[in-house]
């Protein structure tokens, strides 16, 4: 788009240096000229043109990538609550009843619904190799849509500064070959012994670094909707 302007700006300067050169005498110069329609048309409707191409580009790219817009054409997704704490990750699985700390599990060619809060200062929930970061803000719900192409162990981490445990604050997430996969590794988090209730939560949220994964086979009801609504 730029080359429209530049082009025949280049052009027309050559073109005026050779046609008004000293020694063609003969040509009309007139010093007292001072509008034309015809080029004020051409002045005003190229950049006009261009600005709003770069707008319809713009809407339409910006809409295209919007983090909130599912995923379409994928099928049924996967719901996934996440809560950055001082200094870990917790993923609450509302339809499987399950949580875990510093593990993140789906089916690959399956997309997955992030909710997205904090429990303490700001962070930033980010798989480079699944898509863009979003941020956690206590007392606010942000979201986010992934899905992973290929099975494998995708490293996740903050990308947000938010304190002294802040570099251990990383995690796996491995997309499963199949649903199968996922389903078994659901129950295997089922038979953990460790429960999430509002009280185990709160000494959950405790700070504390370089926390290793744990499971929990039942969470409370309605866990993640307390969680903003204490902020709000």
Do not use: C
């Not at 300067?13 to 009309?28: G, N, P, Q, V």
């Not at 986010?144 to 162990?153: F, S, V, W």
């Not at 078994?184 to 185990?200: D, E, I, M, Y």
């Not at 949220?205 to 969680?227: C, M, Q, R, W």
Request: hydrophobic letters at 45%; proline letters at 6%.
């Amino acid at each position: 788009l730029m080359l429209i302007v530049v082009v025949p700006v280049i052009f027309l300067t050559l073109y005026f240096a050779w046609k008004y050169r000293a020694s063609r005498d003969f040509e009309i110069y007139t010093p007292k000229w001072a509008h034309s329609t015809k080029i004020e048309a051409v002045v005003w409707s190229i950049p006009i043109l261009i600005v709003v191409s770069l707008s319809v580009i713009t809407w339409r790219s910006t809409h295209a990538l919007d983090p909130y817009a599912p995923l379409e054409g994928q099928g049924e997704h996967l719901t996934v609550e996440v809560v950055s704490l001082n200094w870990k990750w917790l993923f609450i699985y509302p339809e499987q009843g399950i949580a875990t700390v510093n593990e993140l599990v789906f089916p690959a060619n399956k997309p997955v619904a992030f909710k997205i809060t904090s429990e303490s200062t700001m962070n930033s929930f980010f798989i480079p190799q699944l898509g863009s970061q979003i941020y956690s803000m206590a007392g606010m719900e942000t979201k986010l849509h992934l899905i992973a192409d290929e099975p494998g162990t995708y490293k996740g981490i903050s990308s947000n500064y938010s304190g002294a445990g802040f570099t251990g604050m990383k995690f796996n997430a491995i997309a499963t070959p199949t649903e199968d996969d996922f389903e078994a590794w659901v129950a295997s988090v089922k038979q953990s012994q460790t429960s999430l209730t509002s009280g185990a939560y709160e000494q959950l949220a405790e700070p504390s670094e370089n926390n290793p994964v744990t499971y929990f086979s039942k969470v409370d009801d309605g866990l993640f909707h307390n969680i903003v609504m204490k902020y709000m």
